[in-house]
């Protein structure tokens, strides 16, 4: 079978499965097979599978098929440009937690860029992308990476190695705050915000994903609670919170956001929330 035959018959076996972006999946799934990047891919369409590929590619179409994550099958995830190894230890990234980054990076210029030295911790950092692309583009920033999940960081560990920043990027093991030294400029957070309910109906590959990162006690805002108020302690003054949240939870975390920090700048982008004191 030549590769166009492949991808068009996987293509239609995952949109009978209902997955979205079938296309692109598919040729994900057979790029990877393959070794192959997507110039490389679309020159060679014409090109015959061995049967071993062709064997290898449709066990990948079928661990997709049973609802197994897309990135937990390639073992990669793009975030903000750079390339993360993703297991299912951790969260696979997701475009809009981008947004985290950009929010930190955009409060950094505020403070003057690159001059100062800034202390960052990534609370729940899971495969570390928030922490290893806010070290990547910030030279003058330490960042604190934390998980209660030590899988998670051996995970982290790698993407930190990969991308050259030991030592910019520290890994730390605990309970949110706990992990650190004592406070610092920005604490920036992706943490788990469903709630019990909420995780029932989730598709079946967003389920495969470790509950720990999803799934934040009965109304959603166990994690967030603590993170805010912990902030208080956390946070030097003048520095960045900035929390990804679920849009149903953003009158709560700003109701919890304005108590907590009277006086605090507090502003919500799109369906993250970032509050500044
Ligand atoms: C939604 S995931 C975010 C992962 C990563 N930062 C990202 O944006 O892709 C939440 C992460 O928080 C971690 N986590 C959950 N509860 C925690 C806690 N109490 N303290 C520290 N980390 C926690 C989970 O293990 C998971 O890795």
């Known amino acids: 079978m030549r590769l166009r035959e492949a991808w068009a ?11 979205p972006d079938a296309d692109i999946e598919a040729q994900v799934l057979l790029r990877n097979t393959l070794g192959i990047d997507r110039a490389t891919f679309h020159a060679s369409l014409d090109r015959e599978l061995s049967d071993e ?5 449709e066990r990948s179409v079928q661990r997709r098929i049973e609802g197994e994550p897309l990135s937990y099958i390639t073992g990669h995830r793009e975030f903000y440009g750079l390339d993360f190894v993703v297991t299912p230890d951790v969260l696979v990234p997701r475009q809009e937690t981008e947004l ?11 403070r003057g860029g690159d001059e100062d030295a800034i ?24 960042v604190y990476a934390t998980d209660v999940s030590e899988g998670a960081l051996c995970v982290a560990g790698e993407n930190v190695r990969r991308h050259g920043l030991d030592g910019r990027v520290r890994l730390r093991h605990g309970d949110l705050f706990e992990a650190l030294d004592g406070p610092v400029d920005v ?11 909420e995780a029932v109906d989730l598709p079946l590959d967003v389920q495969r994903e470790p509950r720990v990162a ?3 006690g009965s109304d959603g805002m166990d994690v967030l609670l603590r993170l805010i108020v912990g902030a208080r302690e ?44």
Not at 53 to 57: T, V
Not at 246 to 274: N, Q, S, Y
């Open 9 to 19: 018959r996987s293509r239609r076996q995952l949109e009978r499965a209902s997955i």
């Open 53 to 57: 590929d062709a064997e290898a590619f």
């Open 100 to 110: 985290l980054v950009e929010a930190v990076l955009e409060y950094a210029r505020s």
């Open 119 to 142: 202390s960052i911790a990534d609370i729940g950092t899971g495969s570390g992308c928030v922490a290893v692309a806010l070290g990547a583009h910030m030279s003058n920033a330490t």
């Open 187 to 197: 604490v920036v957070s992706n943490p788990p915000y469903l709630s019990e309910e």
């Open 214 to 216: 999803l799934v934040a």
């Open 234 to 277: 956390y946070v030097k003054p003048g520095g960045l919170l900035a929390l990804e949240i679920d849009p149903r939870r953003v009158e709560a975390v700003e109701r919890l956001a304005r108590g907590t920090f009277p006086g605090g700048e507090i502003g919500v982008i799109k369906a993250h929330a970032g509050l500044e004191r």
